[in-house]
């Protein structure tokens, strides 16, 4: 199957019934090979952020979304994707745990870059949470933290990508940043829908040249030494000789669940490519 067939599968999905358009790219096998063509393809032309971003409205159309912390460097992907598809929606999952100076950066960018911003929670109230499951975030257990994850960050987002009908997810991971993120590649599928990440091998410099060249901020707590920020509770300031997400969850783990396999096949999936 050539790059070109599978843009115009995946460009298919949008005008048909969205289970028999997956179908349709599933029923290649093995599946891997199809996203490996076009993975190759995008490392094999050098194609840049801004391309990456322009081929993905081009094939998703209004099936594309994007999704934001309002972290340390997300003005940067704000600022990149918006400036092509200004009215793509943002979703931001609010976990009602952020710092205030995560709301007050989220307004400032959501009024100068006039962002589509459409804010999911959990139908579980912190206070209602914390009196049935307690803190988690205090009983320094992964689980806990899990449960926790689970509750306030992946069951709003796995709902924000139902009703918005998303077919394909822009987002800003990068592969430097935790074990995870070095097996990820373009173009990815998670939850049934393809995961698209334009800015996966910039490196430290390209964000902050990206940041200084576009006149863009980053998240206030950086000032404070913060290079990697969530919830107020699990994120805290880089220390000497620590590693970014050792700033994170209490250091118990990498990832809050967002970025994740959902599905045994999508972890199967990545395991082989890591091979």
Same mark, same amino acid.
């Given at each position: 199957?050539?790059?070109?067939?599978?843009?115009?599968?995946?460009?298919?999905?949008?005008?048909?019934?969205?289970?028999?358009?997956?179908?349709?790219?599933?029923?290649?096998?093995?599946?891997?090979?199809?996203?490996?063509?076009?993975? &190759?393809?995008?490392?094999?032309?050098?194609?840049?952020?801004?391309?990456?971003?322009?081929?993905?409205?081009?094939?998703?159309?209004?099936?594309?979304?994007? !999704?934001?912390?309002?972290?340390?460097?997300?003005?940067?992907?704000?600022?990149?994707?918006?400036?092509?598809?200004?009215?793509?929606?943002?979703?931001?999952?609010?976990?009602? $745990?952020?710092?205030?100076?995560? %709301?007050?950066?989220?307004?400032?960018?959501?009024?100068?870059?006039?962002?589509?911003?459409?804010? $999911?929670?959990?139908?579980?109230?912190?206070?209602?949470?914390?009196?049935?499951?307690?803190?988690?975030?205090?009983?320094?257990?992964?689980?806990?933290?899990?449960?926790?994850?689970?509750?306030?960050?992946?069951?709003?987002?796995?709902?924000?990508?139902?009703?918005?009908?998303?077919?394909?997810?822009?987002?800003?991971?990068?592969?430097?940043?935790?074990?995870?993120?070095?097996?990820?590649?373009?173009?990815?599928?998670?939850?049934?829908? %393809?995961?698209?990440?334009?800015?996966?091998?910039?490196? !430290?410099?390209?964000?902050?040249? %990206?940041?200084?060249?576009?006149?863009?901020?980053?998240?206030?707590?950086?000032?404070?030494?913060?290079?990697?920020?969530? @919830?107020? &509770? !699990?994120?805290?300031?880089?220390?000497?000789?620590?590693?970014?997400? @050792?700033?994170?969850?209490?250091?118990?783990?990498?990832?809050?669940?967002? &970025?994740?396999?959902?599905?045994?096949?999508?972890?199967?999936?990545?395991?082989?490519?890591?091979?």
């Amino acid at each position: 199957m050539t790059t070109t067939q599978i843009a115009d599968a995946i460009k298919f999905e949008k005008n048909t019934d969205s289970s028999k358009a997956i179908a349709s790219i599933r029923s290649e096998a093995p599946q891997l090979d199809n996203l490996n063509a076009l993975n &190759h393809h995008f490392s094999d032309t050098k194609a840049n952020a801004t391309e990456i971003v322009q081929w993905s409205a081009e094939t998703f159309g209004r099936g594309l979304v994007m !999704s934001t912390s309002f972290g340390i460097q997300s003005a940067v992907m704000l600022h990149l994707v918006t400036r092509t598809i200004p009215n793509i929606p943002v979703i931001w999952v609010d976990t009602g $745990y952020l710092p205030p100076e995560t %709301y007050r950066f989220a307004d400032e960018l959501s009024q100068r870059l006039h962002l589509n911003l459409q804010v $999911y929670q959990s139908p579980l109230s912190p206070a209602r949470m914390e009196a049935l499951h307690g803190k988690l975030w205090e009983q320094h257990d992964v689980e806990a933290f899990n449960r926790y994850d689970k509750i306030r960050k992946v069951e709003p987002m796995q709902r924000a990508l139902k009703e918005l009908g998303a077919t394909a997810w822009l987002a800003g991971l990068r592969n430097n940043q935790t074990d995870h993120r070095k097996t990820l590649d373009f173009v990815n599928i998670q939850s049934e829908i %393809y995961k698209i990440l334009p800015i996966l091998r910039w490196n !430290s410099r390209d964000i902050y040249q %990206y940041l200084t060249a576009n006149d863009l901020p980053y998240h206030p707590l950086f000032d404070q030494g913060y290079v990697t920020v969530g @919830d107020w &509770h !699990s994120s805290r300031p880089l220390m000497a000789g620590e590693d970014d997400r @050792d700033t994170r969850f209490q250091g118990l783990k990498q990832e809050c669940g967002l &970025h994740l396999p959902q599905t045994e096949g999508e972890a199967e999936s990545l395991d082989s490519s890591s091979l």
